[in-house]
């Protein structure tokens, strides 16, 4: 700094920027509080986001466990019947056309 004033010397010129800074100040109180407001409602929207994703998540888990059952009980029946039927074809009671069908 040089050591000059940079206010200056007449009153009028004082209070103009006085006034102006002033208004400066208001309107960058507005701008902050708009500011607040927004960061407050991304803040709830990421909230939501975050606990509906949870949620997604525990239904996909759910469908996963019900989806490798009915896979289990789809091998299982098709094994149980592949059984039964050779099992008749031995025992005489189910014909070879049954036997081809079910294999």
Do not use: I
Not at 24 to 46: F, G, P
Request: aromatic share 6%; hydrophobic share 40%; glycine share 2%.
């Amino acid at each position: 700094m040089d050591g000059t004033n940079s206010l200056p010397n007449d009153l009028t010129q004082c209070q103009q920027l006085l006034l102006a800074a002033y208004k400066q100040s208001v309107q960058l109180e507005k701008k902050v509080a708009t500011s607040q407001q927004q960061a407050a409602e991304l803040n709830r929207v990421l909230d939501e986001t975050a606990a509906s994703f949870e949620e997604l998540k525990r239904e996909h888990a759910a469908t996963l466990d019900e989806l490798a059952w009915y896979k289990r009980w789809a091998l299982w029946r098709l094994h149980f019947t592949k059984h039964h039927v050779r099992l008749g074809e031995v025992c005489g009671r189910t014909s070879p056309a049954a036997v081809r069908a079910a294999t």
